[in-house]
């Protein structure tokens, strides 16, 4: 069964308006079509909704609009849904803000990720856990949205390949945290 290669943008309960319009622009839509994609699903949560789709036509927040854009890359968008799981296990490559939850739960699918940094926000532990996750090679990492439209970050996309993240043992969820962030010695 023949299965589209697809890219899952999220940015979990917030807005992150940057990344999605970015992501939207034709310029972005171009490089995920050279890479071979053919089908873009994005969760745009409180934001604005991609370039592509009129917000008019966006009245819930459970309703997902799909259609065509930039001729043949397929589209799926909307705000918000009960769970993104389905979404992330379909995708070949997650793009997504750097909040813990998404972040843990798309490495725990063992999944290409690209995580960008939200810098607008204030005493950014986003940024902290990104590049903790990419020191160790879990995924990658760029500090604006803006990156996704420069051709050495699609040349990293395409020849990534990740050292999966185990997931987390949840009886010590704060120890392996803490661990992770370095803030514990692991020898400890």
């Known amino acids: 069964m023949y299965k589209m290669k697809t890219v899952f943008v999220t940015v979990g309960t917030t807005s992150f308006d940057d990344l999605i319009s970015t992501i939207s622009s034709n310029k972005a839509l171009n490089f995920l079509k050279e890479c071979e994609f053919e089908r873009i699903v994005i969760q745009y949560g409180k934001g604005q909704p991609p370039n592509f789709i009129s917000s008019s036509v966006l009245d819930t927040d459970e309703r997902v609009v799909s259609g065509v854009c930039l001729e043949e890359m397929k589209y799926s968008a909307y705000r918000f ?84 993240f185990d997931g987390i043992p949840w009886e010590n969820v704060a120890e392996k945290i803490d661990e992770t962030m370095g803030f514990l010695n692991s020898s400890s």
Not at 123 to 148: F, G, I, S, W
């Open 81 to 164: 849904k009960s769970s993104l799981q389905e979404d992330m296990k379909e995708a070949s490559l997650i793009i997504s803000h750097a909040g813990a939850g998404s972040v843990l739960e798309g490495l725990s699918m063992k999944k290409d990720m690209m995580v960008v940094i939200n810098s607008s926000l204030m005493d950014n532990h986003q940024k902290e856990l990104a590049y903790a996750m990419k020191r160790r090679n879990h995924c990658m990492c760029v500090d604006r949205p803006t990156d996704l439209l420069l051709l050495s970050t699609w040349k990293e996309i395409t020849s990534f390949r990740a050292t999966h």
